[in-house]
């Protein structure tokens, strides 16, 4: 039966994806992939020889109506991204609304994904959380973190290398000195790093060590008894 497979990917370690991933990415007529050089990687570690076709931010709008197309003519299609769960700060949203709006079965597999790890060794609460993802770059990103600035729920951020300081920095304004977060970066793989106290510790640490690899971000919610 021709479907969509929403497929994740290792965020780093390329043990890190399940045996059914592997099947599927295995037996689909074409693999949707955000960068076909990242993904010809890991689908040559397991083997897989498969139809690969470019998928991307860039490309998505032209390209949804011929993918919708082809799965109603009988095919089925993965789509993949370059780490981590589709539509999750990725591509993958536009194609699945149109799938379903066009009445095609889409079917998600459960993998990996940064921002659960990151949050769960964090030590912060998990029990209720937020998740915003990249920040704006310039225009709304001050009003998007002041209306921040009264959360009480845990939040969940991503940000790379070369925009972390003027964030953290920028977390120390809103959030206060003192507000609890845990920057973890390189997630899974040799490198992996995890910093934790509060914001003023954490903003010192990294203007004095070299930042590398993609960043997940986590940040204490609003307490009274911290006010």
């Known amino acids: 039966m021709s479907k969509l497979f929403l497929v994740p990917t290792p965020i780093g370690n390329l043990e890190d994806i399940t045996l059914r991933a ?6 689909v007529d074409v693999v949707l992939a955000e960068d076909t050089r990242k993904t010809g990687i890991l689908l040559k570690h397991y083997q897989i020889n498969n139809t690969l076709r470019s998928h991307h931010q860039h490309n998505e709008h032209r390209s949804i109506e011929k993918i919708i197309q082809q799965i109603l003519d009988g095919k089925t299609i993965a789509l993949v991204t370059d780490a981590g769960t589709p539509a ?5 949203f536009l194609l699945v609304r149109e799938c379903l709006n066009a009445n095609i079965e889409v079917e998600c597999l459960p993998g990996a994904t940064a921002f659960i790890p990151a949050l769960v ?12 993802g990249f920040l704006p770059v310039k225009k709304g990103r001050n009003t998007k973190l002041q209306h921040l600035g009264d ?4 939040m969940i951020f991503y940000e790379s290398p070369h925009r972390l300081i003027k964030t953290l920095e920028q977390f120390k304004t809103i959030f206060g000195i003192n507000r609890q977060i845990s920057v973890s ?8 790093e995890n910093v934790r106290g509060v914001i003023g510790e954490v903003l010192q640490h990294f203007r004095e060590n070299k930042i590398k690899g993609e960043i997940v971000i986590i940040v204490d919610g609003l307490r009274k008894s911290k006010k």
């Not at 030590?123 to 998740?131: E, K, N, Q, V």
């Not at 959360?151 to 845990?154: E, I, L, N, S, V």
């Open 22 to 27: 592997i099947r599927i990415l295995k037996e």
């Open 88 to 92: 999750i700060s990725d591509p993958g």
């Open 121 to 132: 060794h964090s030590g912060l609460p998990s029990d209720r959380f937020i998740f915003e």
């Open 151 to 154: 959360q009480t729920y845990t």
């Open 185 to 192: 970066r390189e997630l899974t793989k040799l490198h992996e």
